[in-house]
């Protein structure tokens, strides 16, 4: 079964809106560029050399992957995971930043930075920032049509990626177009999605789905893949820095401690939980339950329908929420779920103003004005909504039903969209 395709909503529909939407689309992404642009300059204009005012380097986190990058490019890897060592090699490059930002990623992801090492700073960040940014559009492309690639292509959480040279498009690009590309290409979707494992807590989910799909080939070449990468790391950077992420392992949220991140810019459950006061025991345990929901969700979505836009974004969603640990720039996965919805039908009364909340979250989080964690509330929220739109599909016994009924008398039968279905009122 699948989701409404794109551009599937009648004819009249579309062109009766084409003309109004492309001119707001226009004026709309003017608006939004230039206030980019805007941000921007400001930030150069108050920048002391190559550290803010608030003591943040030139390009925030990308300041600790050129870094790691250029430990393993002059052999020494494993300093990477020593956090007095790696924020001395920031300080000296970033005189008078006050950031600390330690190195939780496998070396896997360390051996993709190293040639990036061999660039200056800012040539560094250019390549690696927009290069992502291609692959980024080219998936955008294959989500959603012309009319709504604006709202994706200038999301507020990939100009944060942008501005702090985060990794978040590279997370999205593996998992989305790793999705996509399992009907038609499942090796190659496989491998993309093993290459998830540069950021392991973001593909736990991954097997799961690909079982509940029934994507064998694709999880053979997800394991192929995510194996190899860390095969390569370990014969290109010895076996030290293993050892090094392996024990950081043991106490993943150390970071939080280790980290001069506000707490309020990790949008978990656990986060969310403690910031009402809770201990950590109660936080873990709302973890484990959401998570659990969230993987269930996501399990049963890919049990029901076969749409790589749906699927894509049911693993997205309830990614975000199994993991403890996230930043703000890993809400580019929500992206996802908000082009399914944008290109699909409507679900629900509410569903736009949904998708416009987790469109500017990364924007509330970024400047913190509340107490209280609010991230996790809008990941469970689309999730919700996709598994409502899907529960809302034609059983197969359904449709076996109505093919049986159209053989008796003559007709042939035509499988229905969930669109089509909503607009003939089929779901009230």
Known sequence: MHWAAPGSAPAARRAG??????????IASLAILALYVLFACFVAINMHGRVDPAGAPLFYD???????????RS????????????????????????????????????????????????????????????????????????GHRWLLLLAPVVAFNILVGQNGM????LMGGGVLLLADRPVAGGVLLGLLSYKPHFALLVPLALMAGREWR???????????????????????????????????????????????????????????????????????????????????????????RVRGAALAAATLLVTPYLGIYDLTLLTLPIAALLQGPRIARGQDALVLAAWVLPIVLAFDPWPIQIGPVLPAALLGLLVWGVSRLPTASGQSDSAAQASHSGATPVPESLEGALERGAFG
């Open 17 to 26: 809106s084409a003309a109004g939407g492309s001119r707001i689309a226009a």
């Open 62 to 72: 990308f300041s600790t992957f050129y870094q790691a990058g250029a430990f393993a």
């Open 75 to 146: 052999g020494h890897p494993a300093l990477a995971y020593h956090d007095s060592a790696l924020f001395a090699a920031v300080g000296a490059s970033f005189p008078g930043t006050t950031v600390r930002l330690p190195w939780y990623y496998p070396p896997s992801f360390q051996l993709l930075l190293m040639p990036l090492a061999a660039l200056p700073y800012v040539g560094a960040w250019l390549v690696w920032t927009f290069g992502l940014y291609g692959l980024y559009a080219l998936l955008v492309a294959r989500l959603v049509g012309p």
């Open 170 to 173: 590279l997370s999205t690009v």
């Open 218 to 308: 694709a999880l053979v070449f997800a394991a192929a893949s995510a194996s190899a990468s860390a095969l390569l790391a370990l014969i290109a950077l010895g076996v030290d820095p293993w050892l090094d992420f392996l024990q950081r392992t043991v106490r993943p949220l150390a970071i939080l401690d280790s980290s001069s991140s506000s707490l309020h810019k990790f949008p978990s459950t656990m986060l969310m939980v403690k910031s009402f006061g809770a201990s950590n025991e109660i936080g873990w345990a709302c973890q484990g339950v959401v998570a659990a929901v969230a993987a269930g969700a996501a399990i049963w979505v890919w049990c029901r329908i076969e749409d790589g």
